[in-house]
């Protein structure tokens, strides 16, 4: 081995030229950082190879040229020196660190707006891995790609994606619901808040209506319902009129009361909110968003703070590291570790927790009043109406069959009370059985009369709003996280993978590929141009 001689150098012995051809391989793999510092010893002498730039190789061994070749290591200066025994490891290398430090100084002054470019791409990846994270979130609302393969309830196909949330619109839905209606409100209770005689009231001056209705519909029909109802509507006695007004008033009163008795048969709760849910699959997504949009806010806007941080990191590894894939890993990083981070901070720790002078608790957790009041106004708004629980009983599959029947018993009551006055009693079953069904259909056309005293008198809103502000941080967690929680890790991949894209453009601007590649197809585009502007000519 050939070495440069100095006051203080030598000549090493065919041991150590080994051991050096070693070092310099580990070196020309770039597991070492080309400006490290090596220290050997031998025979209580000390001595130490220094990695240099702009340096003449010293060798001329076959391994040596093989490094000068890498891209890892760019130049290197081998040089050795036989120093006193009493120097120790520590003082040689505080004696170089400066030297480092001047060479990375050197190397940003040499291009400073590539190395800068570093932190800002790194701030926009996390902004936008975060960004459209959340967006993946609730977006697609259907499924957007070329369906050739897809899984029952997965947001991603072969080739295309859904939103997580409108994909998994079931799912969310009934865990939604089971925390509703187990925690949050009793039905039974709620519905004995109505009045039989309020309703009665209301309800009573549409039963007229919505028998004539059905009347003129049956009127160009044979047999005893024409004739029963010409009697009912043109041919009334005045001292009748009190008589079905009172029956009238007794058959709602009856009606509002079975149905409180049995509101849990009446009312599939369950059901009412998942068919609304599937049916507008951006509903569940609404609710969620008013809930959290200070957090969805939070994730979006962390990435940035948090990618700049992480990208200044980056910077500094390019500048000691001549390893360009740094930056490629270091942007993987970045994209993974913003959405990790953000998503932990949302919802973590679950109960306050105090670490010195802070108090610590997750972000979502810390707004748990102004969440309740957010939720309970978007349930009680747009999920739980009137209108939507009247159409719930009515056309549930499950539960109309247990509604027409008590509707029908007390029609009869009614109508065997109402015969009976006219002397029609043989004619008050077939009545029944025929105005049962057509009462039925047309009852939610009228209906709409009840539907602001139900609203007000049920009082959903501040039931449900009074409820949540009681639970517990760990069951209130459970309202949002379970939309992060579906596909957590597809999101935080997802932002590792855009991460890694955008670390390979850094990679380019650092090494110069990427303004040399655009510097191409620039040419490229104008040589196209001005050949196409030679054939016009030509023509």
């Known amino acids: 081995m050939i070495i440069r001689r100095g006051s203080k150098c030598q000549a090493l012995g065919m041991g150590c030229r080994r051991f050096h051809m070693a070092i310099l391989a580990v070196f020309s793999l770039g597991v070492v950082p080309t400006r490290a510092l090596v220290y050997l010893s031998r025979s209580q002498k000390n001595f130490s190879a220094r990695w240099a730039p702009s340096s003449p190789y010293v060798s001329q061994s076959p391994l040596l040229r093989y490094v000068q070749k890498s891209t890892c290591i760019r130049s290197i200066r ?41 932190p800002a791409v790194a701030a926009f990846v996390g902004w936008f891995t975060n960004y459209l994270a959340v967006q993946m979130i609730f977006y697609p609302i259907k499924y957007r790609g070329i369906p050739l393969l897809r899984w029952d309830e997965q947001p991603l196909g072969l080739l295309g994606w859904q939103g997580i949330v409108p994909c998994k619109t079931r799912a969310m839905s009934d865990t939604m619901v089971n925390m509703v209606t187990t925690q949050l409100l009793n039905i039974e209770e709620v519905f004995r808040r109505l009045d039989p005689a309020v309703v009665a009231t209301l309800l009573g001056p549409e039963v007229p209506k919505l028998l004539e209705s059905i009347a003129n519909d049956a009127l160009p029909q044979s047999g005893v319902a024409p004739k029963l109802f010409r009697a009912l509507f043109f041919a009334l006695p005045g001292r009748m009129i009190s008589t079905i007004a009172g029956l009238n008033r007794s058959f709602l009163e009856g009606l509002t009361v079975g149905m409180q008795d049995n509101i849990g048969a009446l009312l599939n709760i369950k059901n009412c909110v998942i068919d609304q849910m599937m049916q507008d699959r951006s509903l569940l997504g609404e609710l969620f968003k008013k809930c959290g949009q200070k957090e969805l806010d939070f994730l979006t806007n962390s990435g940035l703070w948090f990618g700049f941080l992480l990208g200044i990191i980056q910077m500094i590894v390019a500048l000691f590291w001549e390893n360009p894939w740094a930056l490629s890993i270091g942007g993987a990083i970045v994209g993974t570790a913003t959405n990790w981070l953000a998503l932990k901070w949302i919802f973590e720790p679950v109960n306050p927790t105090r670490i010195g002078p802070f108090n610590l608790q997750g972000l979502f957790l810390r707004r748990q009043n102004e969440v309740a009041k957010e939720f309970s106004s978007f349930f009680a708004k747009n999920v739980l109406t009137s209108e939507k629980l009247w159409e719930s009983i009515l056309n549930d599959p499950s539960t109309k069959p247990t509604f027409d029947h008590l509707f029908q018993n007390h029609l009869r009551k009614f109508t065997y009370s109402l015969a009976g006055g006219f002397g029609l009693i043989p004619g008050a079953r077939l009545f029944t059985m025929f105005l049962a069904p057509q009462a039925i259909a047309k009852l939610p056309n009228h209906l709409h009369v009840l539907h602001p005293y139900v609203d007000k008198t049920l009082g959903l809103q501040a039931t449900l709003q009074r409820q949540m502000e009681r639970m517990t941080s760990a069951k209130f967690e459970r309202v949002l996280h379970p939309i992060f929680e579906e596909d957590e890790l597809t999101l935080i991949l997802a932002g590792g993978f855009l991460g890694f894209v955008a670390g390979l453009i850094q990679q380019g601007i650092e090494t110069g590929y990427l303004w040399e590649w655009l510097s191409k197809r620039r040419d490229w585009c104008r040589k196209l141009v001005g050949r196409k502007g030679n054939d016009s000519e030509k023509h």
Do not use: H, Q
Not at 97 to 104: D, G, Q, T, Y
């Open 78 to 118: 081998l040089v050795t020196t036989m120093t006193d025994g009493s120097d120790d490891f520590k003082e040689n290398w505080l004696s170089r660190c400066p030297e480092c430090i001047k060479l990375a100084i050197n190397k940003f002054k040499s291009r400073p707006s590539a190395y800068l470019l570093i």
